[in-house]
């Protein structure tokens, strides 16, 4: 009975501080955007030569390769200038067609928050504009790089604010920017703002309802990467992104699985995720996450703390980190030892 009212407590804590109530900004509750993306009705009406379209919501990323690897370049254009919302979010497609397929839809969109995705050089992989807009863009070159790293953003990231302009080296594209610029050449990464985050450090973001949902979709978009062939990833997953990457670690085929920052990855030890991939877990000293009481009761809470022993990450260093968005400034020894795993080079 003690045992269960020290739970009690512990689990009210964990409320009290996640709401808001330690000074730290209280979130809204979000909608996750899930589902094939907006223009798949008429995708599923139109056909090429006569074949019908792989179905966005049921066709495996192998069955979009496949069809897409049995059509001309003609045809494939002109599914992207008629469909490119549908192209632009269809893993499994080859990546120059969602490439284009994303700068026609940006442009569609007419709005300006989103303008910048298509400038020249961009390449966005993604692109949804529902809720508050979903975006994934790859630095490097995907098609031929012998190693590819996933960026797995946390909360208030999205298509208007993951490459805002924000002290240098943090948000989703300074992390894939920063963590590409130590890896090299090789190294394709991918900052994946795909799924719907929470906003603030709310309710939304203590329980794990938006990580379910980003997980089903980050375990698509891996799927994705193999279906054209892309090596096995890295996922480098940054606070509540460590929520969405414990989730959907048994699922992927991730050699690695890096988490910093993190609350806790839903699961009470490493084994538990049920992955082949090496777990990875770095938490600088003034990181303010381990504030964060490492509980889960009810719902509410993500569970241990990945880098404690009892939970049996590999541990990654990162005494030199500042703040809870430090972990790849230029120098530090945590991105030397990210880059390193990124190239296959720390086991």
């Known amino acids: 009975m003690r045992r269960f009212g020290r739970t009690l407590v512990t689990a009210a804590l964990a409320v ?49 390769a496949r069809f897409f690897a049995g059509l001309d370049e003609a045809g494939s254009r002109e599914l992207v200038r008629e469909h490119p919302l549908v192209v632009g979010n269809l893993d499994g497609a080859p990546v120059a067609l969602r490439y284009e397929a994303n700068r026609l839809a940006v442009l569609a969109s007419g709005e300006a928050r989103y303008a910048s995705l298509a400038s020249p050089g961009r390449q966005i992989l993604a692109f949804d504009p529902r809720g508050r807009g979903q975006v994934v863009e790859v630095f490097g070159d995907l098609g031929r790089a012998a190693h590819v790293s ?61 990580a379910e949902a980003g997980a089903d979709r980050l375990v698509r978009f891996t799927e994705g990467l193999d279906a054209i062939g892309a090596p096995d990833p890295v996922l480098f997953c940054h606070s509540y992104g460590s929520v969405v990457g414990g989730l959907a670690a048994g699922r992927t085929d991730a050699g690695d699985i890096v988490v910093f920052g993190s609350p806790g990855m839903r699961a009470a030890t490493a084994a538990d995720l049920h992955t082949r991939a090496r777990v990875w877990a770095a938490r600088g000293p003034s990181d303010w996450i381990g504030d964060v009481p490492n509980v889960e009761f009810a719902g509410i809470g993500h569970g241990p703390d990945p880098t404690s022993a009892a939970f049996g990450a590999r541990t990654v260093p990162a005494a030199d980190v500042h703040g809870h968005t430090g972990y790849l400034v230029p120098g530090t020894r945590s991105l030397a030892a990210f880059a390193a795993i990124a190239r296959g080079e720390l086991r």
Do not use: I, N
Not at 28 to 41: E, F, I, K, L
Not at 45 to 64: E, H, K, M, Q, Y
Not at 155 to 169: E, I, L, M, N, V
């Open 150 to 210: 996933v960026v797995v953003p946390g909360s208030d990231s999205d298509a208007t604010t993951y490459d805002a302009k924000r002290a240098p080296h943090t948000g989703p594209a300074g992390m894939a920017r920063s963590l590409r610029a130590a890896a090299g050449e090789d190294t394709a990464v991918v900052a994946w703002t795909g799924y719907t985050t929470p906003v603030g450090v709310g309710l939304d973001a203590a329980s794990g309802r938006l």
């Open 16 to 64: 009290t501080v996640v709401g808001g109530t330690a000074g730290w900004a209280s979130g809204d509750s979000q909608r996750a955007v899930t589902g094939p993306p907006p223009g798949t009705a008429a995708w599923r009406a139109d056909t090429a030569s006569g074949r019908p379209l792989p179905d966005p919501a049921s066709a495996s990323p192998r069955d979009v």
